[in-house]
Every structure is written in structure tokens, then in C-alpha cells.
């Protein structure tokens, strides 16, 4: 899978599913509406793809609420559940270039980090919650002789997962596993931007004998049916990855319809702390992977780097050099390590942050500008900034590009006061070979998750989200499963 001819061969013959799936069917949008997915390399038209609204969401919840209401997934026996996400993890691998190909004309990312990361992470999901299906169980509490007391745990209904562009497949996962292990029936709504491989998925889903309306995928835009699906009163429960703005809206959305359960993920502006006494060369290596993989779109990019001032100059000269290996290229090429960024919108919001850092007066180290020779596509250069301070806007806003800033500090407690100074809280990480500062940091920082001398290290167990502006709920865990689960108290008087 390394010839580069090769992939392109692969892209050029493949012919992606563009409709809607409902109902166990691939359809048509009731108003025959259709909208252009584009190829960041180049802007040229991949496919038109179908375009649904509240009409088509309507249609999505109503087959979803039937299936539900048959029985036929939602009271199958556990380990027959089991068997069926067991055959999506399986049928996820066997499509495996089929699936990077697809993300990877939609949305630039490169194809080894789909084929060696996305992809089989994606089957991973399906397994791990397919194990977990029997794991959820209910209680007989200990009272009065007389009585019998249940608590069971029973599906929600109807879950909405709405997903962003950034890891289309891998999202799409972490959203829809859990909620068809504990029983629900989903409806999909994909980012417009990236729509194609939720479509692949759901006939992986039928295929695997997921019943007719338990999964369903309507294509369209955040505004008509993420909006939609947000407000529908017949929809119990949203999970929501994007940005805070629309994190927000989904909880108003809540509110002014049937008080829906809502979870979020909406991003950080994730900071590493590097003491003085941590390995540089390590902390340099994670620094410059953390900031340009994937283009910089990763919610959990450690795109403030406090560095101690003893060390900081040392810092900056090796990053340079470690950031070297990211080089924009061809998103086909398995060499490459840098695609472009999805849209021409998102190229043109990461330009102009950088420009806002120039005024601002941060020190651009390197790049900050469109790669020579790539002009056509939504490309930006791997850019750093130095000398930056706690109240620069690159250093307060989620970019979500290929943009890192380091900022310099004294002691523990100016450390501290940076990483914090901040709307989130999604990720962290502290860099030191003194097991007292380590613990002391992870309890003071801020963050869902802190990871020590290390970043974006896990596996399915590891809970997924944040606090304050980051979001509420979590994604990947056991902890996932059983909030896509409503308990119910049963009392059985035997007097």
C-alpha cells in the first residue's frame, strides 16, 4: 500500500454512495435537493451528494422510533448484539482502503494515517462496545424481605449523532457504537464537508444484520437537519462533536424541544508543560506531532506549549529542526505527512489567526504562509510562533490548523496559571522526571484528560472529553456505553 500510482488509480475508479440511508435503504432527499463535496487538494467536485432536511430527518426518526419499538435490536439478547457489531469491526477491516480513500478525498488527511490509525481504531470501537454489551449490568438491591427491588438498565430509544469532518469515520465510531451496543437506533448526520464514508458504513451496518430503520444516515447541512434532528421531539438523546458555538445550540435545542439528553465534545486549546527537568528531545518529538498531525484539525492538538525559561530557547531551536518531517503534500502519497486543510474557508480563518499572531506580536518562527506549488488546494504551512503571552488571541482560540505556539514560564505557579487560563479543557500534558511535580500537576490542571511524559497515548478504556468549554459526557469508555442507558426501578411487593 505504499505505491502512490497506485492510490490514485483506487481514487480515480471508485464511485461512492451519495444518497440517503433510511429505513434499511439507500433514498433519495424528498425535495430532491443535492450539495458538492470538494477534494482540498484541488477544489474539484468529488460527487454530488444528496441533500436531506427536517423532511428527510422526519422520515430517519419515524423508521428509527418503529425499529425501536418492534423490538428486533433493541431487545435482542446481548449476546446476539454482540455477534452483529463483531461483523461491522469485521466488515470495517475487510474495507479498509475503501474507507481511507474516501476520508481522504473528502477531507485531505493523509492515506498512511488512515490505513495504519483511522480506519482499524474504527473497527476497534465496534469490537470493544460489541465486548461490552453484556458488561451493563442492573442491581437487586438489598431492603425489606417483603419487596423485590430491580434497577435494569434499559436503551434510551432514539440517538442522534451528528459528527465533525476532522475524523469522519473515526467519529462517526465513537458516536454510533456505543449507542447501537446498548440497544438504541441512530440516526447519523455527518459533516457536510466529509459525508462519504458514513454512507460506506451504513451498508456495513445492514450487511452485518443490523434490522431494517435501527441505523440510519441523513446527509445534509448543520443549519436544516443537524438543527433538525437537534429539535426533533421524537429524538432522545444527541451526541454532538464540533465546535462550542454549536455545542451551545444543541443544549438550547434540548431545551426548547422535548429536554433531550445532549452530549458534547467541542474542542481545546490544549497545553503541554514542559519543566526543566524533562527529556527535551521527547517532549520536542510529541510537541511537533501533536500540533501537525492532521493538518492541526484535532480538537486535541497541544497547541500551547509552556516551556521554562531555563529551557526555552533550547526548546525552540530543536523544534524547529523535529518539525522539519512535516512537509504538505499529496494526501494520496503514503510519504506524506501533511495534507491540506478541508475547506478554503478553514485555510482562509488559519491564515488570518496567523496574521492576528503577527499583529499581536508573537515572534513567527517559521512557515505562516501557503505552501509554493500548492497553491490550488486549501493547503497552510506547519507554523510556530514564539514569545507568545497568555493574552494573544493564538494563544486564547482554538485555530484548528497547523499553528503552535510556545510561551514561557518561571516556576510551577506561573505554569499552572497559563495552562488554566483558558474557556478549555479537553487535554493536557506535563513533561518532568519528578514524580511529585507530575501528580501535583495532574490534579491541579484542568482537563479531562492529562497524560505524563507522553500525549494522545490510550486505548478504548481511556474516557474522552472535557471540562468547562470542552464539553459534557464522554466518548470511547464503559462509561459511554451506560450513558446511552436510562435505569429504570422496579419494585415487586411480595406481602
Known sequence: M???GRWHELADAIKPETRLFIDGRFVDAV????FATLNPVDGKVIAEVVCGNEKDVDRAVKAARRAFRSGAWSKKAPRDRMDVMYRIAQGIEAHLEDFALLDCLDMGKSISELTGGDVPFSALTFQYFGEAIDKAEGVVTSTDPAALHLIVREPLGVVACVTPWNYPLMMAAWKVAPALAAGNSVILKPAEQSPLSALLLAKIIHEAGVPEGVFNVVNGFGEDAGKALALHMDVDKIGFTGSTEVGKLMLIYSGQSNMKKVTTECGGKSPQIIFPDADIDTAVTYSVNNI??????VCSASSRLIVHESIYDEFVAKFVEEAKRFQPGDP????TTMGP??????QKRVLAYIEKGKRDGGRLVFGGGVPAGLEA???VQPTLFADVTRDMTIAREEIFGPVGAVMKFRDYDDALAIANDSIYGLASAV???DL?????AAQDIEAGIVWVNCYEHGDMTQPWGGYKQSGQGRDKCFETLLAHMQTKSVWVHLG
Open 377 to 379: 488546494g486549501n493547503y
Open 332 to 335: 494520496l502519497d503514503p510519504a
Open 31 to 34: 425535495d430532491g435537493q443535492r
Open 292 to 297: 501537525y498531525t492532521n493538518q492541526g484539525e
Open 436 to 440: 511529585v511535580t507530575a501528580h501535583k
Open 431 to 433: 513533561w518532568t522526571k
Open 341 to 346: 486543510l478541508v475547506t478554503r474557508e478553514q
Open 2 to 4: 505504499n505505491d502512490v
